[in-house]
T-cell receptor, first 114, second 112 residues
Framework: DTAVSQTPKYLVTQMGNDKSIKCEQN?????MYWYKQDSKKFLKIMFS???????INETVPNRFSPKSPDKAHLNLHINSLELGDSAVYFC?????????????FGPGTRLTVL | GENVEQHPSTLSVQEGDSAVIKCTYS??????FPWYKQELGKRPQLIID?????GEKKDQRIAVTLNKTAKHFSLHITETQPEDSAVYFC???????????FGPGTSLSVIP
């Protein structure tokens, strides 16, 4: 049983297009995240939702818009794709709360913008 | 501000030797310190974590030690094996919002 799943696994698209990545977790967690991992392997948080509410919004261009229809799903929509958006995008979830918790990552979506 | 550093950025060891990766953080409010392992092409996965009320934690060949005064914690891998080759990330979450700041990663290569 997959704990955190993402679709698609690979996404190749032209500059200027709009694309979406979907994420689902079946762990019953109440906090979900989007991370961007660039070619140098840096893992940078983009957004975090807790019970469908946006709680972390890092300095990400407003071309990126997350959406959480329910606490098990967190989608990422990207408008007007640019070359610099090419990266691996990881969704993650955790049981939120103070004290910090293990994050469970999805398999990643490799986005290539041509 | 928030800052998490890791050293070294790359590490190469002979199979059977030990490997140590050090992580320093700046936010004194942090009290949970995980280490994640990411194999090539795979997702990051937690391998060990420690909370600030504990100085050391061990799980078979891996251990983590914490020095909260100096704001650093280290990952120790003993009797390294080729399957330990991966990128290792430390993290220092900001507990109030569960925001996780990851270190830049350490690429470990274990040479058979």
């Amino acid at each position: 049983d997959t704990a955190v799943s993402q679709t698609p696994k690979y996404l190749v698209t032209q500059m200027g297009n709009d694309k979406s990545i979907k994420c689902e977790q079946n762990l019953g967690h109440d906090t979900m995240y989007w991370y961007k991992q660039d070619s140098k392997k840096f893992l940078k948080i983009m957004f975090s939702y807790n019970n469908k509410e946006l709680i972390i919004n890092e300095t990400v261009p407003n071309r990126f818009s997350p959406k959480s229809p329910d606490k098990a799903h967190l989608n990422l929509h990207i408008n007007s794709l640019e070359l610099g958006d090419s990266a691996v995008y990881f969704c993650a979830s955790s049981q939120g709360g103070t004290g910090g918790r293990e994050q469970f990552f999805g398999p990643g979506t490799r986005l290539t913008v041509l | 501000g928030e800052n998490v550093e890791q050293h070294p950025s790359t590490l190469s060891v002979q199979e059977g030797d030990s490997a140590v990766i050090k992580c320093t953080y700046s936010d004194s409010a942090s009290n949970y310190f995980p280490w994640y392992k990411q194999e090539l092409g795979k997702r990051p996965q937690l391998i060990i974590d420690i909370r600030s009320n504990v100085g050391e934690k061990k799980d078979q060949r891996i251990a983590v030690t914490l020095n909260k005064t100096a704001k650093h914690f280290s990952l120790h891998i003993t009797e390294t094996q080729p399957e330990d080759s991966a990128v290792y990330f430390c993290a220092a979450p900001k507990t109030s919002y569960d925001k996780v700041i990851f270190g830049p990663g350490t690429s470990l290569s274990v040479i058979p």
